[in-house]
């Protein structure tokens, strides 16, 4: 598609970007994605796919752009892995952990932690896991994780 003249946006983080990307594909992480400069820079007509690790973010990115008045943004189904299993070239990079395996520890790591510190230290210690809990239940429910926004703008992930 990149060499037919298609837009391959991939809206990872830069980190995530680097570990691995389509080649030729345009980084525009979601977070700084600005739909409407975007649009207006390619042309509000022009074909542009949206690609990201498992969907989520490409299905927010090609919202953004649909609402900013772009008329064809398509979300690549499956993301990367389906894209590397269809044999796509790939760029590969230095590994890094993706925000959700990030998320995956930060979050047991305090569950851990504030349980242990309810056992050993003070019971009020065990609002943190009821805190973390209740995160991961909400980011279940809608979609949207907080640990996830927060890490992915730490300095390890750009």
């Known amino acids: ?73 398509y979300v690549v189904e499956g993301g990367t892995d389906a894209v590397i299993d269809a044999g796509v070239a790939i760029e590969r ?3 890094s952990i993706s925000i959700e395996r990030q998320v995956r520890i930060g979050a047991g790591a305090l569950i851990v932690a504030g349980c242990l510190g309810g056992l050993l230290i003070h019971s ?9 809990g209740s995160g991961l239940i909400f980011a279940g429910v809608t979609d949207i994780c907080g640990m996830g926004a927060v890490l992915a703008k730490m300095p390890w992930s750009r």
């Open 1 to 73: 598609m990149i060499e037919q003249g298609r837009v391959v946006i991939d809206v990872r983080s830069p980190a995530e970007y680097r570990s691995e990307h389509v080649i030729g594909a345009e980084l525009q992480p979601l977070d700084q994605l600005d739909a409407a400069v975007f649009s207006a820079q390619h042309g509000t007509d022009t074909p542009i796919y949206v690609l990201c690790q498992s969907g989520k973010r490409a299905s927010v990115a090609a919202l953004k752009l649909t609402s900013a008045g772009h008329r064809n943004a």
């Open 93 to 95: 990079g230095e590994q």
């Open 124 to 132: 009020g210690l065990f609002a943190v896991p009821l805190f973390v």
